[in-house]
């Protein structure tokens, strides 16, 4: 399948601080969709991106698709304790066989107070 | 409450006992898939089924079957369970295929094989 590349890998950082991560790939994606799994937990769905150029918030969450199709990053504002957790970016073509949809290896975000 | 059911959460077995893990969805969607997570390997793709009776392989089948008799639910079988089957997996279901449906994720069920 199709890899993409998710960086950071882990984050060790301040609670109040800002976050930003990226995902890239060799090849183009229809969809950029940004999942969270929180300890125990199955991921979520935090935002989807189905444009290129589109920057999409929710909350404190802001992503963008970039315009080559090939990346997306994920900023999270003022961290707080509860945004601990594996952020997982995944692309989505709709073309080709099996289901489309191609996972990053997670970025661990870890705050300390 | 819309969701995704694993069943067990958790599980310690050993080499060659054929196991079943359950999943169902009350969400009446078409789409339906398995994924194993493995860590510094994310999440890849086992099975996935587009409707009832229409099952494929997806990234890393090998070892794993599925069947899909009906629409909410969507068991993973291991026939011969080996210790590389040792992993996190998750049952997935969206409305279809399509690129704008919300992919749901159960709470996964944590294999130990022995």
């Known amino acids: 399948g199709q890899q993409l590349n998710q960086s950071p890998q882990s984050m060790f950082i301040q609670e109040g601080e800002d976050v930003s991560m990226n995902c890239t790939s060799s090849?183009?994606?229809?969809?950029w969709l940004w999942y969270k799994q929180d300890p125990g937990e199955g991921p979520v769905l935090l935002i989807a991106?189905?444009?290129?150029?589109e920057l999409t918030s929710n909350g404190r969450l802001t992503a963008q698709f970039g315009i080559t199709r090939k990346d997306s990053f994920l900023n999270i504002s003022a961290s707080i304790p509860s945004d601990v957790g594996i952020y997982f970016c995944?692309?989505?073509?709709?073309?080709?066989?099996?289901?489309?949809?191609?996972f990053g290896k997670g970025t661990h975000l870890i705050i300390q107070p | 409450e819309a969701q995704v059911t694993q069943n067990p959460r958790y599980l310690i077995t050993v080499t060659g006992k054929k196991l079943t893990v359950t999943c169902s969805q009350n969400?009446?969607?078409?789409?339906m898939s398995w994924y194993r997570q493995d860590p510094g390997l994310g999440l890849r793709q086992i099975y996935y089924?587009?409707?009832?009776?229409?099952?494929d392989k997806g990234d890393v089948p090998e070892g794993y079957k599925v069947s899909r008799k009906e629409k909410r639910n969507f068991p993973l079988i291991l026939e011969s369970p080996s210790p590389n089957q040792t992993s996190l997996y998750f049952c997935?279901?969206?409305?279809?295929?399509?690129?704008?449906?919300?992919?749901?994720f159960g709470p996964g069920t944590r294999l130990t094989v022995l």
């Open positions: 997935a279901s969206r409305l279809s295929w399509g690129v704008t449906d919300t992919q749901y």
């Open positions: 090849s183009i994606f229809n969809t």
């Open positions: 991106l189905y444009k290129a150029g």
């Open positions: 995944a692309g989505q073509y709709s073309g080709g066989g099996a289901d489309g949809l191609t």
């Open positions: 969400m009446n969607h078409e789409y």
């Open positions: 089924s587009m409707n009832v009776e229409v099952t």
